[in-house]
C-alpha cells in the first residue's frame, strides 16, 4: 500500500515573483506593545537574508529568517503572520534551518 501524501492547503494570493522584498527593520521602544495583535520572538543576532529562486533550488524564495513571503508563485504577505509562521515551521521541518518559535503572552517585564 502506497502513502498518500495530504495535498497541502493553497495559501496567499497567485501573483508573479515580486523579486527583493526590502526587510521591516526592528526598532527600539521605550515599552513592550501588547495586545491580541502582538507575539513576541526570541531576537538572535546575526544575518538577515533571502533565499531566491536563482540562488538554490533546495529551498522555496524567501524562506530564510523567520517569515515565509512568498512561495509557489503565490504572494503570502497579506496573510496573518500565524498563517506564514505555520507554513514555514512546515516547510523547513527536517532541514537544519532552525524555526523561531514566538511566545503567545502578553508584553512587558514588569
Known sequence: ?????EKQK????????????APV???????????????????????RGQLLPTMTSR???????????YRDGRDLRRLVLLER???LKQLIA??????SEHFDIEGGLG
Open 10 to 21: 493553497t495559501i496567499g494570493t497567485k501573483a508573479p515573483f515580486p523579486g527583493f522584498i
Open 59 to 69: 529551498f522555496s524564495p524567501a524562506t530564510g529568517g523567520l517569515d515565509l513571503l
Open 85 to 87: 509562521k505555520a507554513a
Open 94 to 99: 527536517g532541514t537544519p534551518i532552525a524555526y
Open 25 to 47: 527593520l526592528a526598532e527600539q521602544v521605550d515599552r513592550v506593545r501588547r495586545g491580541e495583535c502582538w507575539i513576541h520572538e526570541i531576537k538572535y543576532d546575526g544575518y
Open 1 to 5: 500500500m502506497a502513502l498518500r501524501r
